[in-house]
């Protein structure tokens, strides 16, 4: 713990073999399950050569990829591109021919219900990052948003932070919580390496550092829904 902050190490996280929950053989990794605000967050494990079937669920995700790549209705998505599940809308298949590392905020129920057929509605989104430009988001920090609606008051970015910077305790003043995508973070006397995570527990946050740069995928929770 520093303060404001909770710190999860990707190499501590507890695992759940999902193949117990629905079938799939994957596994998923928690990093956060913040009841409050019905946030899930995980590190979703799938090996090369499987698929997740179209599927539905009550809840709706925003869903990155840390490594490998998806492929979905034909397009091919890779690391930070990101997958919008809506609630109730079936989406899917996915396929992960090498093996896929992925980062899943959901909102609300995450059980799955396997589907063979599309709906008439195509809310569910895929986005590719290198689509969208980087922007100044403050001193030596720049971004990008990944989700900004459809989600619920979810908003998903990445922010790239030039080497020096810093994440101070009034910028995005409604983060939740960010994962080291690459380079390093420190909070505190600790350092933060690749998918180390953290998130805001209230009170005055400490700033967080940034001596070599190092790319985030964060995650705000806006007062309003989108």
């Known amino acids: 713990m520093e303060s404001g902050y909770a ?3 990707v190499a501590g996280i507890p695992w759940q073999a999902r193949k117990n929950v629905d079938g799939w053989p994957n596994r ?6 913040d009841r409050a605000n019905e946030l899930c967050i995980r590190l979703i494990d799938y090996p090369a050569g499987s698929t997740e079937p179209r599927h539905v669920h009550a809840g709706r995700h925003a869903t990155t990829v840390l490594a490998g790549r998806a492929i979905i209705d034909g397009v ?18 996915l396929h992960y021919p090498d093996g896929c590392k992925l980062l899943s905020a959901f909102q609300g129920s995450y059980f799955h219900s396997e589907v063979h057929e599309l709906s008439g509605n195509k809310a569910y989104r895929l986005i590719q990052s290198a689509q969208i430009p980087w922007r100044a988001a403050g001193t030596g920090c720049e971004a990008k948003t990944l989700v900004d ?8 970015q990445a922010l790239r932070f030039a080497p020096g910077a810093r994440l101070g305790a009034r910028e995005h003043p409604q983060l939740h919580s960010a994962l080291v995508v690459e380079g390093s973070a420190m909070l505190g006397g600790d350092t933060l390496g690749e998918w180390d995570f953290f998130h805001v527990t209230g009170g005055e946050r400490t700033p967080v550092a940034f001596p070599g740069g190092a790319t985030l995928l964060a995650i705000s929770l806006r007062a309003a829904a989108a």
Do not use: F, Q
Not at 28 to 33: E, I, K, T, V
Not at 76 to 93: K, R
Not at 149 to 156: E, I, K, T, V
């Open 7 to 9: 710190i999860v190490r």
């Open 149 to 156: 609606r459809g989600c619920g008051p979810l908003l998903l």
């Open 76 to 93: 091919t998505l890779g690391p930070l591109d990101a997958v919008l599940g809506p609630s109730n809308e079936p989406h899917g298949p």
């Open 28 to 33: 998923a990794g928690m990093y956060c399950d």
